[in-house]
């Protein structure tokens, strides 16, 4: 434009230079026509310089406040790119986002800013500009406007600004209140990080959002950076707090596992200790029934062969006879109570079990008490019967069944009665025996279960017992899964009672165990065969059988008794386990291996195997089992038993 202007200049003043010429040189006449003329261009050309004048004055304006224009730009600009320093410097987040308000404030016309990132429900204040000490400390909840703007994801301002916000600036020149405000919501992605809160002395204009929208992601960012940054390291000191604990902790346990293997080399030799002295405990119970039962063989033995003959004995030898014999029962009662006790707290107690009808087991039970109970007057009555089986051992059943009702009627007045029976307890049957006795006080309760604990006094004991049965009957309970207690009143009698689990099946027909119901004894049963190194068991045993109606063959010791049974091919072989030398296992196991012996029935006729060791018995290759002292029903029905099948075969 201003080339322009020279040219046009140029060629006024040629055209002015060209009239003054011919204004010389024209003639009079002519003169005036020319200074009209000169008159006219000049007025022209003067309007064109006014015009143009104005025309650079009005282009002058335009390039200054493009040139303003561009120095604020150039302002701002170089604002952002300081603010965008300080975020990118390594601080404390508050440090980052005052640094970075600072240098934004003058460029926005901001009185004042604070910086608020969002946590949980709460906007907590991390960085300010100008802000009074009440508002760049005041938690805000995240409610109302603050909520609006950050939903909407875009710059909400305020012109004036709400009274109720109390929202004030405090700078080194001034204090007050804004007139107008903006909330700009930071966000990364859809995640709100934060609220920045501007206030400004005059109208909120599009420059100001706009600088303030340049800045709004960038301290987002940060935020979110510096929030990751914090969380990485307190994570990072948590791991590291726990790995020192780990790491304490491993210490620890190998040290522990150090002290355990100590622990448990010492607890294996101690189990070795103990292992070895169950093994000599074992040994002494096998060899305390053997050393125990092997008299008693003879003096039960012999004392119901002298009963077999009263008719040649006094009335006085009868009375001793009886005596005898009782009392080696008795002491058989008291020995099979010791070892069985022993025998459950060593855990070598094994169980048979099957369905058992309770009435049936308390008929039996009945069955054997009923010789004292008629001595003393007693009644036995069966009071409460449920037909539904229990899954328990026949045998062992039996035995508690045992227990409660002799003591029952040992401590049961005479001319009263006994009541038992049993009753459906959810799945379990519940039995129970009661009396008439004396009761039991509550002092004594808590001790009645203990073994060897008896409510007398040894000074001033008016019955017969060692006190195992009450306390061997629990333990066989427990082993069924049952419980047993007892209720009484002292003075007005007792209460056992006892639970067994109710069979899923029914109960079998019948059973191969033994010791079986009694069988009537044959006139002629046979040849039976009995290996036995003890003269006396051999004469107690020859006696017995005789009257069975057996012939019988003596064997003293292994040897004998297998040439004696290679030979004479007895029905049945009785054969003591315990023998010097050859020993009645391997003696069972040379007649199996014979073709000649291999059918015998084989049953075992020892002192040394406590009750309940049938089934060691059986897998050593014998088809039954007696205990010394004999029982002679037990005998009898053994004899009757096998020597029956042999000759049927």
Known sequence: MIPALLVLCGALLALVFKLLFERRSAPAGQLAALNARLEEKTRERTQALEFVNQEMTRQNRELAERSEELARHRYREQAKGRALAALAAESELEGLVNAALGEIAAPASAAMMICYQVEGNELVPIGSYAASAAARTTRLPLAGMAAQALEKGRIETFDPVPEELDLRFDCLLAAGRPRAMALLPLTVGRRHTGLLLVGSLGP??????????????????????????????????????????????????????????????????????????????????ANMSHELRTPLNAVIGFSELLLDETDKLSAEQIAYARDIHASGRHLLTLINGVLDLAKIEAGHMTLSVEPVQPTEAIASAFTLVNAAAKKKGISLELAEADLVPVLADPGKLQQILLNLLSNAVKFSPAGSHVDAGASRDGTNVRFFVRDNGPGIAASVLPQLFKPFFQAESPLVKKHEGTGLGLAISKR?????????????????????????????EEPASGSDEFPAKRLAPASAQGLVLVVDDHETNLTVARQLLERLGCEVLLARNGDEGLRLAREKQPLLVLLDIAMPGKDGFALAAELRA????????????????????????????????????????????????????????
């Open 594 to 649: 014979d073709p000649l012996t291999g059918t015998i029935p084989l049953v075992a006729l020892t002192a040394l195997a406590m009750r309940g060791d049938d089934d060691r018995v059986r897998r050593a290759g014998f088809d039954g089992y007696l205990t010394k002292p004999i029982d002679r029903r037990a005998l009898e029905h053994t004899v009757a038993k096998f020597c029956a099948s042999r000759r049927a075969a």
């Open 204 to 285: 909120i204009n599009a420059e100001t959002l706009a600088t303030l929208s340049d800045l709004a992601t960038p301290l987002a960012l940060t935020i979110a950076r510096r929030t990751l940054l914090l969380q990485t390291e307190r994570i990072a000191r948590e791991l590291a707090r726990r790995n020192e604990e780990l790491r304490e902790q491993a210490n620890e346990l190998a040290e522990q596992g150090e002290e355990l293997k100590a622990q448990q080399r010492e607890l294996e030799v101690k189990n070795r200790e103990v292992q070895k002295a169950d093994n000599l405990k074992s040994e002494f119970l």
């Open 476 to 504: 066989l309970v427990e082993q069924h899964g049952g419980t047993m207690g007892v209720a009484s009143v002292e003075g007005q009698g007792a209460t056992f009672s006892f639970t067994l689990p109710v069979a899923v």
